[in-house]
């Protein structure tokens, strides 16, 4: 039986921020984002019921493994099978295994094997999801419209990030680890409804998205990228700024209050102040909906970036160090939004699942990897040299974005 067709987008243009389409794919999104927030906040409680801290380590980071080895062929997924069908499918399984979880909890009370295997398994089915929940804005609202849904989506993540922590917390103190599972499953499933109402633009012809193996596809999706003078330097420097980005900002950051004696409260206030600066950034590009010259606003942007995380390791108080992750979380978050919309805009209507999994590759599958590397270099060096080498690597996404006329020069579409 011929699969049923999806319900076409509309292409009559209008704001992002009144189109009910887009409305509902945020609310969906973020339902999804915050119960993602949920289940990695369980994962990690019960490995460190289970375990020692360090297998506990282990386990919450395990799923970056196979996330990392099967990203790029998600993408070819998402483009075959389009981005919609994907997000439906691996939702549903994604919420499948934190009910999983949840139920074993109640059960059996699970040692770290079978906590291992639930992150594995969510790890692969991430694998699958992100390249199509990446690639699906391209999808239900017309190109002029990309810089405004990313910064909606920009505001979805954050509010996720806010609430992800302290639902958790609340799932825990009220019904152990399984109910905060069972918590995540909940927000995750509540998505599926609400995104089966997302009407989708028509996908690509057949011959248009490929049909030779996956490999063959993902070759065609690479040599994509290589030809396009705009996106072969941006897919670099998107690489360069989450490798320069998420070491500091995840781990270092943490050691560095440690150091500093801030505590788990100023590490709070730092947290927050950067989540407030990645904010107004989202906020400020869903109101404006264009910002002229993307292409050079996202090159200062990303060296600013740099200098604001070696500044934030020369910062003596808490106060200062808030103000600082403030600044950076706008810069940070401008340049990342609007390297995004422009990496939707320039990729073509076939291949934008397959650009997705490669720009998205290093931040969700290689820069986790990186966390023991920090850690150790922050035990030999010290935090100020581990944080200004980071800025370093972030300062030259933007210079790689500068740097290449095509790219500097690129604007979003009208």
Same mark, same amino acid.
């Given at each position: 039986?011929?699969?049923?067709?999806?319900?076409?987008?509309?292409?009559?243009?209008?704001?992002?921020?009144?189109?009910?389409?887009? %409305?509902?794919? %945020?609310?969906?999104?973020?339902?999804?984002?915050?119960?993602?927030? +949920?289940?990695?906040?369980?994962?990690?409680?019960?490995?460190?019921?289970?375990?020692?801290?360090?297998?506990?380590?282990?386990?919450?980071?395990?799923?970056?493994?196979?996330?990392?080895?099967?990203?790029?062929?998600?993408? +070819?997924?998402?483009?075959?099978?389009?981005?919609?069908?994907?997000?439906?499918?691996?939702?549903?399984?994604?919420? !499948? *295994?934190?009910?999983?979880?949840?139920?074993?909890? %109640?059960?059996?009370?699970?040692?770290?094997?079978?906590?291992?295997?639930?992150?594995? %398994?969510?790890?692969?089915?991430?694998?699958?999801?992100?390249?199509?929940?990446?690639?699906?804005?391209?999808?239900?609202?017309?190109?002029?419209?990309?810089?405004? +849904?990313?910064?909606?989506?920009?505001?979805?993540?954050? *509010?996720? /990030?806010? !609430?992800?922590?302290? !639902?958790?917390?609340?799932?825990?103190?009220?019904?152990?680890?399984?109910?905060?599972?069972?918590?995540?499953?909940?927000?995750?499933?509540?998505?599926?409804?609400?995104?089966?109402?997302?009407?989708?633009?028509?996908?690509?012809?057949?011959?248009?998205?490929?049909?030779?193996?996956?490999?063959?596809?993902?070759?065609?999706?690479?040599?994509?990228?290589?030809?396009?003078?705009?996106?072969?330097?941006?897919?670099?420097?998107?690489?360069?700024?989450?490798?320069?980005?998420?070491?500091?900002?995840?781990?270092? !950051?943490?050691?560095?209050?440690?150091?500093?004696?801030?505590? /788990?409260?100023?590490?709070?206030?730092?947290?927050?102040?950067?989540?407030?600066?990645?904010?107004?950034?989202?906020?400020?590009?869903?109101?404006?909906?264009?910002?002229?010259?993307?292409?050079?606003?996202?090159?200062?942007?990303?060296?600013?970036?740099?200098?604001?995380?070696?500044?934030?390791?020369?910062?003596?108080? +808490?106060?200062?160090?808030?103000?600082?992750?403030?600044?950076?979380?706008?810069?940070?978050?401008?340049?990342?939004?609007?390297?995004?919309?422009?990496?939707?805009?320039?990729?073509?209507?076939?291949?934008?699942?397959?650009?997705?999994?490669?720009?998205?590759?290093?931040?969700?599958?290689?820069?986790?990897?990186?966390?023991?590397?920090?850690?150790?270099?922050?035990?030999?060096?010290?935090?100020?040299?581990?944080?200004?080498?980071?800025?370093?690597?972030?300062?030259?996404?933007?210079?790689?974005?500068?740097?290449?006329?095509? *790219?500097?020069?690129?604007?979003?579409?009208?």
């Amino acid at each position: 039986m011929p699969p049923t067709p999806l319900p076409a987008a509309p292409v009559t243009e209008r704001p992002a921020h009144r189109d009910g389409n887009v %409305l509902r794919w %945020l609310g969906g999104y973020t339902s999804s984002a915050i119960g993602d927030n +949920v289940y990695y906040l369980a994962l990690s409680w019960a490995a460190v019921q289970a375990g020692t801290p360090a297998q506990a380590g282990v386990v919450t980071a395990v799923s970056a493994v196979p996330r990392a080895l099967l990203l790029l062929g998600g993408g +070819v997924v998402a483009d075959r099978h389009g981005p919609r069908r994907v997000v439906l499918g691996s939702t549903g399984v994604r919420c !499948l *295994l934190a009910l999983t979880a949840a139920v074993l909890l %109640l059960t059996t009370g699970p040692g770290l094997w079978a906590l291992g295997a639930v992150a594995v %398994l969510f790890g692969i089915v991430d694998a699958v999801f992100l390249p199509a929940a990446g690639a699906l804005p391209a999808r239900i609202t017309d190109r002029g419209q990309l810089a405004r +849904v990313h910064g909606m989506r920009g505001l979805g993540v954050r *509010l996720a /990030s806010v !609430l992800g922590g302290p !639902l958790g917390g609340l799932g825990v103190a009220l019904g152990g680890t399984a109910g905060a599972f069972g918590l995540a499953a909940l927000l995750i499933g509540v998505s599926l409804p609400v995104l089966l109402t997302v009407r989708v633009g028509p996908l690509p012809p057949d011959d248009a998205k490929g049909r030779g193996s996956v490999l063959a596809d993902l070759g065609d999706g690479l040599r994509h990228i290589r030809r396009d003078p705009v996106l072969r330097p941006l897919v670099l420097a998107l690489a360069l700024a989450d490798l320069g980005f998420v070491g500091p900002m995840n781990l270092g !950051l943490t050691l560095l209050a440690r150091e500093r004696g801030w505590g /788990s409260s100023g590490m709070g206030l730092v947290l927050a102040g950067f989540g407030v600066g990645a904010a107004a950034a989202s906020l400020l590009l869903a109101w404006r909906g264009r910002i002229p010259h993307a292409g050079r606003v996202t090159g200062v942007t990303g060296v600013a970036s740099g200098a604001a995380i070696a500044a934030l390791a020369h910062v003596p108080s +808490v106060a200062g160090a808030a103000g600082t992750a403030l600044l950076l979380g706008a810069l940070a978050g401008l340049s990342g939004a609007l390297a995004g919309a422009l990496l939707q805009s320039r990729a073509g209507s076939a291949y934008v699942g397959r650009v997705t999994s490669v720009s998205t590759l290093v931040s969700f599958g290689v820069a986790p990897l990186t966390f023991p590397v920090v850690g150790w270099a922050v035990g030999a060096a010290g935090t100020a040299p581990v944080f200004t080498a980071c800025a370093a690597v972030c300062a030259l996404s933007g210079a790689v974005t500068l740097g290449s006329r095509s *790219l500097r020069r690129a604007e979003l579409p009208r």
